[in-house]
């Protein structure tokens, strides 16, 4: 059985290929001063989006910065995908975000922010 963020509609509106990667990641989102932040995992990414689930559901069109723990990494040093967008849909669990810059990177601009 498909899920709402998988239904044929949605997919013809995709113009990117998406990819089931499935992997932790952090977020940070922020609209109108009011902050979120928490950890989720990745459903699928494409070069434009991320769709994942967290315990959370985030406002439509807020701020967003990504932190995905990129599964690919050096000896001893972990590589992150960091990507800023902000949030298109929210439904409970899930959340779709479009990505308007990213970048692969050992630390992400929202780490610090984070402690």
């Not at 709402?4 to 001063?33: D, K, M, V």
């Not at 990504?66 to 992150?80: E, N, T, Y």
Request: glycine share 6%; with cysteine.
């Amino acid at each position: 059985m498909e899920s709402p963020a998988h239904s044929s509609s949605i997919r013809e509106r995709r113009t990117a290929r998406r990819y089931a990667i499935r992997i932790e990641l952090e977020y940070l989102a922020n609209q109108g001063g009011q902050g979120a932040s928490g950890r989720g995992r990745t459903i699928d990414i494409s070069r434009t989006g991320i769709l994942f689930s967290s315990t959370s559901e985030l406002p439509t069109n807020a701020a967003i910065e990504l932190s995905v723990f990129w599964p690919a990494h050096r000896p001893g040093v972990d590589i992150r995908f960091c990507a800023t967008g902000h949030t298109v849909r929210s439904d409970c669990s899930l959340t779709a975000v479009k990505i308007e810059k990213y970048e692969f990177s050992t630390k992400c601009i929202s780490d610090d922010r984070r402690r």
